[in-house]
């Protein structure tokens, strides 16, 4: 087979695997169809062959298991054993980050509502009703959330889409017209100082002065009495709130890249309300992340680094953190990881904690009667930095076919 002839194969084939999801039995029309116990049998899990092509492009870094990996002890580096350890834990990250007793914010967002098709997104179809949300910030900073209301509305559930460092929009129009043709409430979230939301922030020893900061300056706004993390932390949670006083939601998902998926790998670990997350390709254990081939080591930004956050990461390392967003009734996670990304977390250095993660998580949620799911899906289809269509299309399918018997 040509090299042309691959990449034409592949590529229908994640196009065909994303359009065929739209079709695909809907939460409300499973029940119906199976009582609402059973699961449906129907629409198997969609696979996809590794990308030849793109493969033969890369090093061998890409396709072994780097050395520094190599001996690391996984059940022993995870601290959580018990669901009662997720409960112990949780309290501990939120005090880092609001510098409080534990407690999310219980605030709600300035809402404007049928604004229209907001000029800063892309165009999505199906939309009845776009509203605004504002979360307002310390020194100034705001986030703005656009909420969309698909015509459609099988089901009472809602997803969170949260883009990353200023990555095209193409992965978040693709994934959010996704849910919305599934009839999902999708809201929108950009990272602090990225998209629509603004780039300047008031000194932190002097409010009449504006800077312009990056995230890797956001240290000089740490206090014993605030931690810049509120800024990337707060606008999911006081979004939840308006969510949840709003659409009185069944579940909300959450899906994410980059930084995004940073965000909807912290932010539900933090806050039990989300339901079901998929972040991509937007964190690795820190013992991993010298080994990643490109950038090496991948190190992240100011939020993701251990060294930047002593306090936050000497409570909970990675793995800790997949638990504690995974444990719980109907909870689950599927992390997501390119291994040809061009970015950032990429090659197989993950296989070195998958199977002891996912096996902590299902002890705890059988064994304590927690419940509780975590995953890992390897993406080689590409070599991009996207939520990918295959990649959408497992998503799709684990919220629409998977957790059909689920709220």
Same mark, same amino acid.
Request: hydrophobic share 40%; net charge neutral.
């Given at each position: ?9 592949l ?24 009582g ?47 669901a009662?350890?997720?409960? *112990? ?5 939120? *005090? ?10 219980d605030?709600?967002? +300035?809402?404007q ?11 999505f ?10 979360? =307002? ?13 698909? %015509?459609?509305?099988?089901?009472? %559930? ?27 409430v ?47 932390? +707060? ?8 969510v ?14 980059? &930084? ?12 039990? =309300? ?21 950038p090496?080591?991948?190190?992240? #930004?100011?939020?993701?680094?251990? #060294?930047?956050?002593?306090g ?26 390119? %291994?040809?990304? +061009? ?21 705890? &949620?059988?064994? #304590? ?10 993406? *080689? ?27």
């Open positions: 087979m040509t090299s042309v002839n691959r990449r034409s194969m590529g229908t084939l994640g196009a065909a695997a994303a359009s065929a999801s739209v079709s695909w039995t809907l939460p409300g029309a499973a029940e119906a169809s199976t609402g116990g059973d699961r449906p049998r129907s629409a198997p899990r969609p696979v996809a062959p590794v990308n030849a092509e793109v493969a033969a492009a890369h090093s061998a870094a890409y396709k072994t298991l780097p050395q520094v990996v190599v001996g690391v002890d996984v059940e022993e580096l995870m601290t959580i054993h018990t009662a350890d997720v409960q *112990a834990m949780r309290p501990r990250l939120v *005090a880092q980050v609001w510098k409080s007793t534990g407690v999310l914010p605030g709600l967002p +300035e809402v509502r049928d604004v229209g098709a907001p000029a800063e997104l892309p165009a179809e199906g939309v009845r009703r776009y509203d605004r949300l504002t979360v =307002r910030l310390p020194f100034g900073l705001y986030s703005t959330v656009f909420v969309l209301e698909p %015509r459609r509305r099988p089901h009472s %559930r809602v997803a969170f889409y949260h883009n990353g460092h200023g990555e095209p929009l193409d992965t978040m129009q693709r994934t959010a017209q996704g849910l919305l043709d599934h009839g999902y999708v809201l929108l979230f950009a990272m602090p100082f990225y998209h629509w939301n603004p780039t300047t922030l008031q000194d932190p020893n002097d409010p009449s002065v504006t800077r312009k900061p990056s995230h890797n300056d956001l240290g000089l706004w740490e206090s014993a009495k605030f931690s810049p993390l509120a800024f990337f932390l +707060e606008p999911p949670a006081v979004a939840m709130n308006h949840r006083a709003t659409y009185r939601p069944s579940s909300v998902q959450m899906v994410g890249l980059s &930084g995004g998926g940073w965000t909807t790998t912290v932010y539900p670990a933090l806050d039990p =309300r989300i339901t079901r997350s998929y972040p991509t390709a937007g964190s690795l254990p820190f013992f991993v992340r010298p080994g990643s081939p490109k090496s080591p991948t190190r992240g #930004d100011w939020e993701q680094r251990q #060294d930047m956050q002593p936050f990461y000497g409570v909970a390392d990675f793995p800790d953190i997949y638990a504690l967003a995974s444990v719980g009734p109907n909870r689950r996670q599927m992390q997501i990881l390119n %291994r040809f990304d +061009e970015c950032c977390f990429n090659g197989v250095g993950h296989r070195s904690y998958e199977a002891a993660v996912r096996q902590r998580i299902a002890v705890i &949620g059988g064994g #304590d009667g927690a419940g509780g799911h975590w995953e890992l899906l390897e993406d *080689a289809t590409h070599g991009q930095h996207q939520i990918s269509p295959f990649a959408l299309s497992v998503i799709l399918w684990d919220l629409d076919i998977n957790c059909a018997h689920l709220p």
